[in-house]
């Protein structure tokens, strides 16, 4: 077992990495015979056993319909979802329940915003500033409502060291601007942005801020009462979670003013051929029979989280990367693309003279 690259790395573990490991089946799988070392977490992460039997035992014990239901099962199935919301809330240290809306992911999060507060706020003139760092599904949203709305898109450049030229952001805002769209943590350079600092910028002309998290929640200790953003989101999937469930935080005063996404059942409080009435927050925004066992899957992935610890789990990722990053320098025709000072989850290289395509090949031929 000391062989074993993950019980090389740190001196003085914060926990017992092959513990941890045994709670993920999956990692007992051998690949071309050699032990599974999974690192595309940044694409999807792969699901400890409790996630899992959350998810077999809501199928095998309380499934039914939540929120309607007057029976025992569609209460304890009411219950569950509703825990996890709760779970959620206190995770991003949201200040109350009702600012945490379920959606499928982080993609779909960035088009509730797009097509709800979007439609409703840019207009002819106006301006959205998204970042070079952005992952396509915090760009493409907002490039279709520029299109629909005629506003233009401005993009925060970044510097060869992979971080965002702050400077040049301050130039770009002004009073056209709608929103500042940006990513917490990037999925391509591991780049950790100072939201703090664009958010405070933005804030000092009214300009809200939506940061997408995706990259983020899973290694790094999130509160966005202390960020102060006016959205956050991430997807369950890339946080030990199922996939098809993701969250939206928003603040309360600005979800009111906005309409909904999609309509259906659950969304609506009245009902006529004349006229509905929404329901209250967070349900206006949650339109349909939602992803019930995944919800509650997100529940206790966060739950498993929180008994590492996530200033643990940062730590430990910390050691990982920079002597991933020391390693992979000392290969020779290796380039690591961007040195941002704070880094998270994820190191990019590129090898002369080989194709990424088969350099991820030869990897995965070792397991
Ligand atoms: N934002 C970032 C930074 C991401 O890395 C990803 C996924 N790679 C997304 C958004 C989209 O997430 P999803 O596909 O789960 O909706």
């Known amino acids: 077992m000391s062989s074993h690259p993950f019980n090389r790395v740190l001196a003085k573990p914060l926990f017992d990495v092959r513990k941890i490991r045994e709670d993920f089946p999956i990692l007992k799988t051998k690949i071309h015979g050699h032990p599974l070392v999974y690192l595309d977490n940044a694409a999807t992460t792969q699901k400890p056993q409790v996630v899992i039997q959350a998810i077999q035992d809501y199928y095998a014990q309380i499934n039914s319909n939540i929120h309607r239901g007057v029976h025992t099962l569609s209460e304890q199935a009411t219950q569950r979802y509703e825990e996890a919301r709760k779970t959620v809330q206190e995770f991003v240290h949201a200040s109350n329940p009702r600012e945490i809306i379920f959606v499928r992911g982080a993609t779909e999060a960035v088009n509730l915003v797009a097509q709800s507060f979007g439609r409703q706020k840019v207009h002819e003139g106006d301006e959205i500033i998204i970042s070079t760092l ?12 520029c299109e629909e709305t005629g506003a233009k898109l401005r993009v925060i450049p970044i510097g060869d060291n992979g971080e965002l030229l702050l400077d040049q952001y301050e130039n770009l805002i002004h009073s056209q601007t709608r929103l500042v769209a940006v990513t917490h943590v990037s999925n391509a350079l591991g780049t950790v942005n100072p939201v703090q600092k664009i958010i405070e910028i933005a804030h000092d002309r009214n300009v809200p801020v939506l940061v997408d998290g995706a990259q983020a929640a899973p290694h790094i200790e999130v509160d966005v009462q202390a960020l102060d953003c006016d959205f ?16 939206l935080y928003g603040k309360e005063s600005l979800l009111e003013k906005m309409s909904p996404y999609q309509s259906g059942g659950d969304m609506i409080r009245s009902v006529t051929f004349e006229k509905t009435t929404y329901n209250a927050l967070p349900y206006k925004f949650e339109a349909g029979t939602p992803n019930v066992a995944g919800t509650i899957g997100l529940g206790v992935a966060i739950r498993y989280l929180n008994t590492i610890g996530l200033k643990n789990i940062a730590q430990h990722e910390k050691e990982l990367i920079e002597t991933l990053a020391d390693t992979l320098s000392k290969i020779p025709k290796l380039k690591i693309v961007g040195t941002p000072q704070e880094r998270a989850g994820a190191v990019s290289f590129v090898l002369e003279g080989a194709h990424p395509h088969d350099v991820g090949t030869v990897l995965d031929r070792e397991g």
């Not at 956050?232 to 969250?247: C, D, R």
């Open 232 to 247: 956050y989101l991430f997807s369950g999937h890339k946080l030990y979670a199922p996939t098809g469930i993701g969250v």
């Open 134 to 145: 952005e992952h396509h599904s915090n760009i493409v949203p907002w490039q279709i409502l």
